[in-house]
């Protein structure tokens, strides 16, 4: 059987436009938006991290370590969820009263984390914060960026008492600063009560986020066995190759 010169061209043409729209889609998939896009830093880099182990450092410590020795920047959202858990965490018998710094490096990853401890009047410690973030650099693509953050709050539950302003408004406050919007959750935010000694997902694309190789996040809330909130926490990760 013979074909038309013009038709097998055709059929080649089509068949290549087919392959380059799907590459297209799947670059897509992996484009963040605008908004997420400010989530994440990253830059050009030809040299991996210099390796350090370092436990508590003063602020000042922590950002000459970032600054000058790691070459490395916070994100926005860090920033604004440190600001986040100070406001909401401080009340008028309550304090930040210190910020331990951590940080641990290895040639092609970066852990740096901010604990915040609160103090009350009465000298007791009810609720702390953890703030962390992970950098990583790609040899091949000779680049840096931050691929993973998460915050988490401890309170005692044996308070029977949030040990914070408004524990619900907390969350919002945290999930706007990861550009999460509250319309997402809110049915769940407003059922935050009669829970014991479980978890609940209040948001949680990370799973599908690691299939599709996208970004994923996910905010949680654990309860105690007394029905009072132990830990509410927030994560970012980046999964795109």
């Known amino acids: 059987m013979f074909f038309n010169k013009r038709i097998i061209h055709s059929l080649l043409v089509l068949l290549l436009g087919c392959g380059f729209l799907a590459a297209c889609d799947g670059l897509s998939a992996n484009k963040l938006s605008s908004e997420d896009n400010l989530l994440i ?123 914070g302003k408004d524990q619900k408004k907390l969350i919002s406050q945290l999930a706007s600063a990861y550009n999460i ?20 997902y209040l948001y949680d694309t990370l799973e599908t986020a690691k299939e599709d190789e996208s970004l994923g996040k996910r905010i949680y809330v654990k309860f105690a066995d007394n029905g009072v909130v132990s830990i509410i926490g927030l994560v970012l990760e980046d999964f795109r190759k």
């Open 41 to 163: 830093w990253s830059e050009n880099r030809d040299k991996s991290f210099p390796s350090y182990d370092i436990g508590e450092m003063t602020k000042e410590e922590a950002e000459e370590l970032m600054k000058e020795k790691l070459q490395l920047m916070l994100t926005e959202a860090f920033k604004n969820a440190t600001g986040i858990l100070t406001e909401q965490l401080t009340m008028d018998n309550q304090t930040l009263d210190y910020t331990q710094y951590y940080s641990q490096s290895s040639a092609a990853e970066v852990d740096y984390s901010e604990y915040l401890v609160f103090k009350t009047s009465e000298g007791y410690y009810p609720i702390s914060a953890q703030v962390e973030i992970k950098y990583t650099f790609d040899k091949g693509k000779k680049t840096v960026s931050s691929t993973r953050e998460a915050v988490v709050v401890k309170n005692i539950a044996s308070t029977e008492q949030f040990n």
């Open 181 to 200: 919007s509250e319309n997402d959750f809110s049915m769940k935010l407003s059922e935050l009560s009669g829970k014991y000694n479980e978890t609940i």
